[in-house]
């Protein structure tokens, strides 16, 4: 679509939302909390908070200091924004320890650790070099300036990587995690490297966004589950409808009103197609909201994704066809007058639009549930946008 964003590429993956980085040198007395020992402010608290070994109640506007135990309970969620205006996301029923961060003005690199005990987060670094230790109760993760998703208990550590590296050291030794990756190591030493996060992960993650959204949680698991029930429902309806349509070229997008299936198209642009999906399978659409949707027209979503990411990475260079763009056609967005600079942030077209055709790349088409994308909030922004539960290829879930 026609927005005034700019957008990076995709070769490594870009990260989903929020970030996560380390400031400030100077420590007061053990015990002693002084105006230097400040981490950042608390944007978000939504219910049970606490900080100060875990105990007092954390509120918005709250400051965070160094070697404060931080704790979140049953549908709660925390968004910290930091001195340098990063952000750390941490979701329900989580608990960490900021240990120690110094940024080493001198070298121009962020050193210390923090230990995450049970739960979610999601890291952004910002590009500030770092060598930074998350210690977690099965493995340590070493960051070297990435974006990815942590979650962790006593039994288990899973990363999921969306741009950079991590080293992930473990009894089991050392394992380096690329962007596209999904490494879990559990106590046992017994280790696992995919390119799909699991099940578990992706539902912590979609929960703690919702959560720090301000929406229904409850409401918005059980649609996850219902529209999971349905899947393989809606799938033998599509593909009994268009019998072109192959299991493995379709993306589930899961909404609050319902699923929608999107045929992939990749004769027409096997690139984009590759990095859409790669986006998904890291959970990068989870929780991203569709911010420009005129009824009728076309909705658009994922660019708050990309505006995010810091990654060094490549942008997507134009697949344009002869395909038209009538009602469910899916396109890849771009800045206006730049149709090689895309990735990420998509439209789907609500009726004909004839003044997109060979403008934009045609990556996909709806073969189930355009109605549930009809009733999205209209708005450049939606007063209250509506948002993505999960984004994953059929295959995946039908394969959980």
């Excluded at 596209?180 to 995919?194: C, E, H, P, R, V």
């Excluded at 409808?241 to 699923?259: C, H, I, K, Q």
């Excluded at 999107?262 to 590759?274: K, R, S």
Aim: one cysteine or more; hydrophobic letters at 40%.
């Amino acid at each position: 679509m026609r927005r005034e964003f700019s957008f990076s590429g995709c070769g490594p993956l870009l990260a989903v939302l929020m970030l996560f980085q380390t400031l400030s040198v100077v420590y007061s007395a053990p015990g002693m909390a002084a105006e230097s020992d400040q981490v950042g402010v608390v944007n978000t608290a939504v219910l049970d908070v606490f900080g100060r070994n875990g105990h007092k109640r954390v509120n918005s506007g709250d400051s965070v200091f160094y070697e404060e135990e931080v704790r979140t309970g049953a549908a709660s969620a925390l968004e910290i924004d930091l001195l340098d205006e990063s952000v750390l996301s941490i979701g329900e029923n989580a608990s960490l320890v900021l240990d120690s961060m110094v940024y080493q003005v001198n070298r121009g690199v962020v050193e210390g650790t923090f230990t995450l005990v049970s739960g979610m987060i999601h890291f952004n670094s910002a590009g500030v070099p770092m060598e930074f230790v998350i210690n977690t109760p099965v493995a340590s993760i070493g960051i070297r300036g990435t974006a990815f998703d942590v979650l962790a208990d006593d039994s288990n550590t899973e990363v999921v990587v969306q741009s950079g590296t991590v080293d992930v050291t473990s009894p089991a030794g050392t394992q380096a995690v690329g962007a596209g990756q999904a490494y879990s190591i559990d106590a046992a030493g017994n280790t696992t490297l995919d390119n799909t996060p699991s099940t578990e992960l992706t539902e912590a993650k979609t929960v703690m966004l919702a959560t720090l959204a301000g929406e229904d949680v409850q409401q918005q698991q059980q649609t996850a589950a219902t529209t999971e029930g349905e899947t393989e429902a809606a799938v033998q309806q599509a593909t009994t409808e268009n019998p072109d349509v192959a299991l493995e070229d379709l993306l589930a997008l899961e909404l609050t009103s319902g699923l929608v299936l999107i045929q992939t198209l990749p004769d027409l642009a096997p690139n984009h197609v590759a990095c859409v999906i790669e986006l998904a399978r890291a959970g990068a659409y989870a929780g991203e909201t569709f911010d420009f949707v005129r009824p009728g027209y076309a909705a658009e979503t994922g660019q708050q994704t990309i505006l995010r990411s810091d990654a060094d990475i490549s942008p997507l260079v134009a697949e344009v066809s002869d395909t038209t763009f009538e009602r469910g056609t899916v396109g890849m967005s771009h800045p206006e007058g730049e149709p090689d600079n895309a990735i990420g942030a998509f439209f789907i077209t609500l009726g004909d639009a004839p003044d997109l055709n060979q403008a934009y790349t045609v990556w996909g088409r709806v073969v189930y549930g355009i109605e549930n994308l009809d009733v999205l909030a209209p708005g450049r922004p939606p007063a209250t946008p509506d948002a993505i539960q999960r984004m994953l290829p059929v295959v995946d879930i039908l394969g959980e």
